[in-house]
């Protein structure tokens, strides 16, 4: 297979009814593609170096000179050749082992016909048998030309390729395959759309792709300022006509979602309220292959923090901005996220607990408090407020929490409500069991296998709340020290 090797500014003209190409300087072994979409198969300089194409395909062509291409037939059968020129040409049609085939009843090998300039030729080669088969085209005179040659029992084309979808991010590549073409030798050529919904941007200048199929994503740049996700297909494209003529291209297409470089904060955080000597860890990541997150604070004297964005107050109050930049190829770039970050020197939570780590509850019954506390560094307690505690059910079919921990019954199961302080960081657990209790008809072993159930769990909780006053350490008094 011979693909696109680079694209080139090509004049079309019209030829008798056919377009070609005006060759603007050609690498023998690529396609070139002009603003129609026609391709141009560069030929080799002798039968060794013979371009290859397959029936049923239209090849452009251009320059002076003999230029040599083959195709392989693989049965006996007519073979037409049409040929179209702006200039005289030659066309001659050999085999390669010598074997003659028939043209206006004459067995012959080779095979010469001239071509008026401006005008199209039709050739029919009669019986002609399997074998490869050179075309040469001869001027003196730079010309512009078109061939093709086919059959009347030529396959329907059909090709497989590796991806119908990509994501990729800035400076990402990956492969693009085509395989199983049931054309031998069908040459075809690979290709990015510019999507024109999106007007402020050409999406085949962020996508690209060569002449192997490797598709890749450009770095944002002044020129490529793409800040959001973008849509493009890459497309493998196919000329191939089964009566001779040119078709509409025939093509296997990928698309390709392109999403901008960006720094992800687990958790998300725009802004930090931290009490002297605190730690907290929020997690950088980036979605640039290759690319490290690096951090800095404005004031390392009042919040520290390191590449792992392990953040640190002291008991230095004031205002600090933290940075975490984008750094790609051993070079920071302008692409970070900010987090504001005020230290208060005052008291902070040290725990959160619940007197009850597991309750349960009858399904419909009244609503639970499992008691949940929070002590602060200098040893005072509170209960929540609806603000200095965020409660979470894991599953509210089973059960909801209001903000202050109010536990309220939904259905029959089990899930857990998570006690924690704003930031995270500290939390405690409790698990609710919600029991399904239905007295009418009665049954008396269910109502007494329930009744055993909840009166054990309730003893659970006693013994939680003993063995938590019995063995929790008097709360810190003052700040811990860094």
């Known amino acids: 297979m011979k693909r696109m090797k680079k694209p080139l500014s090509i004049v079309l003209a019209l030829i008798m009814a056919f377009s070609v190409l005006t060759l603007a300087g050609v690498n023998a072994a690529a396609y070139e593609q002009d603003s129609s979409s026609h391709y141009l198969l560069p030929a080799g300089d002798s039968a060794e170096t013979a371009a290859k194409f397959a029936l049923g395909e239209t090849v452009y062509g251009a320059g002076a000179g003999t230029h040599f291409y083959q195709f392989r037939n693989t049965a006996v059968r007519d073979v037409t050749l049409n040929v179209c020129a702006s200039k005289a040409v030659t066309l001659t049609v050999s085999t390669a082992s010598g074997a003659t085939f028939t043209v206006e009843g004459a067995a012959v090998n080779p095979y010469n016909t001239a071509v008026a300039a401006g005008s199209c030729k039709s050739v029919t080669l009669s019986s002609v048998p399997a074998d490869t088969y050179y075309v040469q085209i001869s001027s003196e005179e730079a010309a512009e030309y078109s061939f093709s040659?086919?059959?009347?029992?030529?396959?329907?084309?059909?090709?497989?390729?590796?991806?119908?979808?990509?994501?990729?991010?800035?400076?990402?590549?990956?492969?693009?395959?085509?395989?199983?073409?049931?054309?031998?030798?069908?040459?075809?050529?690979?290709?990015?759309?510019?999507?024109?919904?999106?007007?402020?941007?050409?999406?085949?200048?962020?996508?690209?792709?060569?002449?192997?199929?490797?598709?890749?994503?450009?770095?944002?740049?002044?020129?490529?300022?793409?800040?959001?996700?973008?849509?493009?297909?890459?497309?493998?494209?196919?000329?191939?006509?089964?009566?001779?003529?040119?078709?509409?291209?025939?093509?296997?297409?990928?698309?390709?979602?392109?999403?901008?470089?960006?720094?992800?904060?687990?958790?998300?955080?725009?802004?930090?309220?931290?009490?002297?000597?605190?730690?907290?860890?929020?997690?950088?990541?980036?979605?640039?292959?290759?690319?490290?997150?690096?951090?800095?604070?404005?004031?390392?004297?009042?919040?520290?923090?390191?590449?792992?964005?392990?953040?640190?107050?002291?008991?230095?109050?004031?205002?600090?901005?933290?940075?975490?930049?984008?750094?790609?190829?051993?070079?920071?770039?302008?692409?970070?996220?900010?987090?504001?970050?005020?230290?208060?020197?005052?008291?902070?939570?040290?725990?959160?607990?619940?007197?009850?780590?597991?309750?349960?509850?009858?399904?419909?019954?009244?609503?639970?408090?499992?008691?949940?506390?929070?002590?602060?560094?200098?040893?005072?307690?509170?209960?929540?407020?609806?603000?200095?505690?965020?409660?979470?059910?894991?599953?509210e079919s089973v059960a909801t929490v209001s903000n202050k921990g109010v536990i309220h019954p939904v259905g029959q199961g089990e899930t857990t409500v998570t006690a924690m302080t704003p930031d995270g960081s500290i939390q405690d657990v409790c698990t609710v069991k919600v029991i399904k209790f239905n007295p009418w008809p009665p049954n008396p072993i269910r109502i007494i296998k329930e009744l055993i159930i909840i009166v054990r769990d309730y003893i659970r909780q006693l013994i939680d709340q003993f063995l938590k006053k019995l063995f929790t350490p008097a709360p810190p008094i003052g700040p811990l020290l860094p």
């Open 149 to 395: 040659a086919f059959c009347a029992d030529l396959p329907d084309l059909a090709a497989d390729i590796n991806e119908h979808e990509l994501e990729m991010v800035s400076s990402d590549t990956a492969a693009l395959e085509i395989s199983n073409v049931s054309i031998p030798d069908l040459n075809y050529y690979w290709e990015v759309m510019d999507d024109s919904s999106t007007t402020d941007i050409d999406e085949s200048k962020v996508c690209t792709v060569n002449e192997d199929g490797v598709v890749s994503v450009a770095f944002p740049s002044v020129d490529l300022p793409f800040n959001r996700p973008l849509k493009t297909i890459v497309r493998a494209v196919f000329y191939y006509a089964k009566d001779g003529n040119m078709t509409e291209p025939w093509t296997k297409t990928c698309s390709v979602t392109m999403d901008p470089p960006n720094i992800y904060l687990d958790p998300y955080v725009a802004e930090l309220a931290l009490h002297a000597n605190q730690t907290v860890t929020v997690k950088a990541t980036t979605n640039v292959k290759n690319g490290a997150c690096v951090w800095e604070s404005s004031d390392p004297s009042i919040v520290s923090v390191s590449n792992e964005g392990v953040i640190h107050s002291f008991e230095k109050e004031g205002t600090v901005i933290l940075n975490v930049w984008l750094k790609y190829n051993g070079e920071v770039l302008r692409i970070r996220r900010e987090i504001k970050v005020t230290v208060v020197n005052k008291p902070y939570p040290v725990s959160v607990q619940f007197a009850n780590k597991s309750v349960s509850v009858w399904k419909g019954r009244s609503d639970i408090d499992p008691e949940c506390t929070v002590t602060y560094s200098d040893g005072t307690v509170e209960t929540p407020n609806g603000k200095n505690i965020i409660f979470i059910s894991a599953d």
